[in-house]
């Protein structure tokens, strides 16, 4: 018996692997909502009290979920529904419509969701209305006719809310912002943006309709909190079927966010943005390490992944450039190694430049000042280089001063890989002097 049990518990190392694999890549790829949302415990609150007035007591309203991508804007409000229609009243009672602002792209399409997502496409059938209001309040008038006396309370869902504002006169958005504010049916309008000033772009009389409800999620996450965070996402759940794997795992992710490289990395991490979704990133990166020959995360696999996802859009930039593009990156490169990263000016890398010719007896790279200034402004539009003086400082062209944006590695990375890189020019951006 007692052998019986051990047997199931004890698991092989591949199969826990696998299993690890499987519970982590949930968590981290598909949008599994947690038990609670981490750190907006107060927007929570609010928003499911709102909803319920209007499951519960029929009550209109209109609130705004507005917070940068990735902040848990969706996840919140699924969380909050899922807990809301725990109660079977509420379930058996309440309607959701969810539009979103990318595929519903003008009120017609929208207005034919809707219809489809409230089962009245026969009701409505081929009648024909003389306007949108008119047409949803025959939606609205048509939910009243079940076997209840009054009507059902209804979700409006918008995510990209701020795309809605785009359609022609706002008709959607000032229809059921108006039906939410009138007592004629139960509704809850809830918009989800990233726009801090979406209210901007609403209408005077569509604006004057909405409650004026915001839920903001600014994370406030202190350092502290986003390494439990970061430890209580890669930890197995108390029901992992291997109870002494999943100790020793949860012990070696502890040891893990206490070593000195890891912190480092996830305090870059925290720094550039707290959200779950840009950590869920690297984590999965540092996930896809773990193999049987590999069965608990490293630090080195961890700062392998913070490599990856750090992989700059910049360097790959690089890879587009013309030779001449090129070189002149090379030659601040060398200004930047000889001057202590101090800016420079034209001048200066053309006459770095010129040096590299001059080097050479039988020079290809035979430009004229004025094209090598224009490959210089050109690197100033793709933003690798920039100003240092504003835009407004009257300064000659060749004596402004710039800085380039990536540094030395950067650089040196991406000569390894750039596409047929003539010899020379590698073998002078490797040159200590220039
Ligand atoms: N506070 C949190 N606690 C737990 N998980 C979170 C939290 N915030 C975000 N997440 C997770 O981060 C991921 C991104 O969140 P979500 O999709 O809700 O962002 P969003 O604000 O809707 O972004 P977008 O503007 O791109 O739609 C999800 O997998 C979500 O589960
Ligand atoms: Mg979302």
Same mark, same amino acid.
């Given at each position: 018996?007692?052998?019986?049990?051990?047997?199931?518990?004890?698991?092989?190392?591949?199969?826990?692997?696998?299993?690890?694999?499987?519970?982590?890549?949930?968590?981290?790829?598909?949008?599994?909502?947690?038990?609670?949302?981490?750190?907006?415990?107060?927007?929570?609150?609010?928003?499911?009290?709102?909803?319920?007035?209007?499951?519960?007591?029929?009550?209109?309203?209109?609130?705004?979920?507005?917070?940068?991508?990735?902040?848990?804007?969706?996840?919140?409000?699924?969380?909050?529904?899922?807990?809301?229609?725990?109660?079977?009243?509420?379930?058996?009672?309440?309607?959701?419509?969810?539009?979103?602002?990318?595929?519903?792209?003008?009120?017609?399409?929208?207005l034919?969701?809707?219809t489809?997502?409230?089962?009245l496409?026969?009701v409505v059938?081929?009648k024909v209305f003389g306007s949108f209001a008119e047409n949803l309040a025959f939606l609205l008038e048509a939910l009243k006719?079940?076997?209840?006396?009054?009507?059902?309370?209804?979700?409006?869902?918008?995510?990209?809310?701020?795309?809605?504002?785009?359609?022609?006169?706002?008709?959607?958005?000032?229809?059921?912002?108006?039906?939410?504010?009138?007592?004629?049916?139960?509704?809850?309008?809830?918009?989800?943006?990233?726009?801090?000033?979406?209210?901007?772009?609403?209408?005077?009389?569509?604006?004057?309709?909405?409650?004026?409800?915001?839920?903001?999620?600014?994370?406030?996450?202190?350092?502290?909190? $986003?390494?439990?965070?970061?430890?209580?996402?890669?930890?197995?759940?108390?029901?992992?079927?291997?109870?002494?794997?999943?100790?020793?795992?949860?012990?070696?992710?502890?040891?893990?966010?206490?070593?000195?490289?890891?912190?480092?990395?996830?305090?870059?991490?925290?720094?550039?943005?707290?959200?779950?979704?840009?950590?869920?990133?690297?984590?999965?990166?540092?996930?896809?390490?773990?193999?049987?020959?590999?069965?608990?995360?490293?630090?080195?696999?961890?700062?392998?992944?913070?490599?990856?996802?750090?992989?700059?859009?910049?360097?790959?930039?690089?890879?587009?450039?013309?030779?001449?593009?090129?070189?002149?990156?090379?030659?601040?490169?060398?200004?930047?190694?000889?001057?202590?990263?101090?800016?420079?000016?034209?001048?200066?890398?053309?006459?770095?430049?010129?040096?590299?010719?001059?080097?050479?007896?039988?020079?290809? $790279?035979?430009?004229?000042?004025?094209?090598?200034?224009?490959?210089?402004?050109?690197?100033?539009?793709?933003?690798?280089?920039?100003?240092?003086?504003?835009?407004?400082?009257?300064?000659?062209?060749? $004596?402004?001063?710039?800085?380039?944006?990536?540094?030395?590695?950067?650089?040196?990375?991406?000569?390894?890989?750039?596409?047929?890189?003539?010899?020379?020019?590698?073998?002078?951006?490797?040159?200590?002097?220039?």
């Amino acid at each position: 018996m007692s052998k019986r049990k051990a047997k199931k518990t004890h698991m092989t190392v591949g199969a826990c692997i696998s299993q690890v694999q499987t519970i982590l890549r949930e968590r981290f790829c598909h949008q599994m909502l947690p038990e609670k949302p981490v750190g907006m415990e107060s927007q929570y609150k609010h928003l499911l009290e709102l909803l319920k007035r209007t499951a519960v007591h029929g009550e209109s309203n209109s609130v705004l979920i507005v917070g940068p991508r990735g902040s848990g804007k969706t996840m919140l409000l699924k969380c909050v529904l899922r807990e809301l229609l725990e109660v079977t009243e509420v379930k058996k009672n309440v309607l959701q419509v969810h539009l979103h602002g990318l595929l519903q792209t003008d009120d017609r399409i929208a207005l034919k969701e809707i219809t489809r997502q409230l089962n009245l496409e026969n009701v409505v059938g081929d009648k024909v209305f003389g306007s949108f209001a008119e047409n949803l309040a025959f939606l609205l008038e048509a939910l009243k006719k079940g076997d209840r006396s009054n009507s059902r309370p209804v979700f409006f869902i918008l995510d990209e809310f701020d795309l809605f504002a785009h359609h022609k006169n706002q008709t959607l958005l000032y229809n059921l912002l108006d039906v939410s504010q009138s007592a004629q049916a139960p509704i809850a309008v809830i918009g989800l943006t990233c726009r801090l000033d979406v209210l901007e772009l609403l209408e005077k009389r569509v604006k004057s309709r909405f409650s004026h409800r915001q839920i903001q999620l600014l994370s406030s996450l202190s350092f502290g909190k $986003y390494l439990d965070n970061v430890i209580s996402q890669l930890g197995l759940p108390q029901d992992f079927p291997d109870t002494k794997f999943s100790e020793e795992w949860n012990d070696s992710i502890k040891r893990l966010c206490e070593d000195k490289a890891v912190m480092a990395v996830l305090q870059k991490q925290y720094n550039s943005s707290k959200d779950f979704r840009s950590l869920h990133m690297l984590l999965i990166l540092t996930l896809s390490q773990v193999s049987v020959s590999n069965p608990s995360i490293k630090p080195a696999d961890l700062l392998e992944a913070s490599r990856v996802c750090g992989a700059d859009s910049k360097a790959n930039m690089l890879h587009g450039l013309s030779i001449l593009e090129l070189c002149l990156i090379i030659a601040m490169k060398h200004l930047n190694d000889i001057y202590d990263g101090e800016p420079f000016n034209f001048q200066m890398v053309y006459n770095e430049f010129k040096k590299f010719l001059q080097r050479k007896s039988h020079s290809i $790279y035979n430009f004229d000042k004025p094209v090598i200034m224009k490959a210089f402004e050109h690197l100033q539009q793709l933003e690798l280089i920039r100003s240092m003086e504003g835009s407004t400082a009257n300064i000659q062209k060749d $004596y402004q001063l710039m800085k380039l944006m990536l540094d030395h590695n950067q650089v040196m990375e991406c000569l390894q890989k750039y596409p047929q890189c003539p010899t020379d020019v590698k073998q002078w951006a490797m040159s200590a002097f220039g």
